[in-house]
């Protein structure tokens, strides 16, 4: 996708994105044989509930049809929120998955395994799980020693909601 367009589709959808209380994450456009295909990623602080993503694809597309955004071929607009396995890379992303368990790949070299407890303008604040009825240990990471971190996916992990309860 040309800057140009990518400047252009940004400008377009990103207010409509802001108005429903959303982070506009990602715009990709690409071939889908004959077509267009526009993906669009949003997501929040409480996450994104498919009725959300609906409306607002509604609102893309009729903004994208007042327009020649997308040019005069067709297209296919997919509106979704990052999937588990998308990167942290943004502050917010680390914000929201406080709580979670992390994958960080470390600069110097070599993997850790920990829970984000708390972040700040500087990096974050972690507990390594302990192993072995070992217990967990306090570790901070400034972001400066990240070099890759995704979320773990924990089929047995207690909910926000079920501790609250």
């Keep these: 996708m040309s ?4 400047d252009r589709l940004r400008g377009l959808i990103e207010p409509l994105v802001r108005a429903e209380h959303l982070d506009l994450e990602e715009i990709e456009v690409s071939r889908a044989g ?3 295909l526009l993906r669009i990623v949003v997501d929040s602080d409480e996450g994104v509930e498919l009725d959300a993503c609906a409306e607002l694809s509604r609102a893309i597309s009729a903004k994208l049809d007042e327009t020649d955004a ?3 071929g067709e297209y296919v607009l997919e ?3 990052p999937g ?5 890379s943004e502050h917010r992303h680390y914000v929201r998955a406080t709580g979670r368990l ?15 407890v708390a972040v700040d303008e500087d990096g974050i604040d972690t507990e390594v ?3 072995k009825g070992r217990k967990a240990t306090a570790r901070r990471v400034e972001f400066a020693e990240i ?3 995704r979320v773990e996916i924990e089929f047995n992990r207690k909910d926000k909601k079920e501790e609250e309860a």
């Design 79 to 81: 509106v979704s929120s």
């Design 147 to 149: 070099a890759k971190a």
């Design 70 to 72: 997308m040019g005069d």
């Design 3 to 6: 800057t140009t367009q990518s």
């Design 129 to 131: 799980p302990g192993v």
């Design 34 to 36: 004959r077509r267009g």
């Design 84 to 88: 588990a396995d998308r990167p942290l």
């Design 102 to 116: 992390v994958k960080l790949q470390l600069t110097e070299g070599g993997d850790l395994v920990t829970r984000i």
